[in-house]
């Protein structure tokens, strides 16, 4: 039996992550498989990638949670703007 100790599974020190299913329509797969291969991330990573983002600007973090595998947004000449 694992003990888990804040979020951590004590016996790997692993962090503890939560599976679910997803439903999307293949429109919106094929977007995120291509944009996942642009950033070399799976799709996996890219919803975690985009969930995390949105998860840290909606907590008022600005460009997001810079957590396991985030880059840093490309930045353009202009403040303000991001770089598509």
Known sequence: MRVLWRG???ISGARM???F???IGAELWD????WAHDELRSVNGQIEFVLR??????K????GIAARG?????VDDKPGKRAR
């Open 8 to 10: 951590m599974d004590r």
């Open 21 to 23: 299913l997803l439903r």
């Open 53 to 58: 983002e949105a998860v840290g600007r909606r």
């Open 70 to 74: 985030g880059r840093p947004e490309a």
């Open 60 to 63: 008022g973090r600005g460009k």
């Open 17 to 19: 992550r939560k599976s």
């Open 31 to 34: 977007e995120l498989n291509r």
